[in-house]
């Protein structure tokens, strides 16, 4: 299994960005897809999750109505649609399959 991320950047308070994570190895039916993120000196933290086998997505509070999570399953990419970005926001997004497999991340700067 291979997960690489992309689509980090520098971003400035209120815009948007969209991560991608282009897997191998798996899929979507199988496994159910996370965005983790790790803010400089924080622990990680669950962002948001899609299951394509019982299609549902859930999001952690803090990015409730301002992230998006979606799946093309023609590329076996997943997306993370960041809108409305906070400071807060930054970190390095890592994309997680089934738990178990983890992307190398791909860093959001939130600045202005």
């Known amino acids: 299994v291979q997960l690489v991320e992309s689509g980090g950047d520098l971003v400035q308070p209120g815009g948007s960005l969209r991560l991608s994570c282009a897997a191998s190895?798996?899929?979507?039916?199988?496994?159910?897809m996370n965005w983790v993120r790790q803010a400089p000196g924080k622990g990680l933290e669950w962002v948001s999750e899609i299951d394509e086998s019982y299609g549902f997505a859930a999001y952690a509070d803090s990015v409730k109505g301002r992230f998006t999570i979606s799946t093309d399953k023609a590329e076996n990419t997943v997306y993370l649609e960041i809108n409305s970005a906070k400071p807060e926001d930054t970190a390095v997004y890592y994309c997680v399959g089934g738990l178990a497999f983890w992307g190398q991340g791909t860093q959001v700067t939130v600045a202005s």
């Open positions: 190895g798996l899929t979507f039916d199988d496994v159910a």
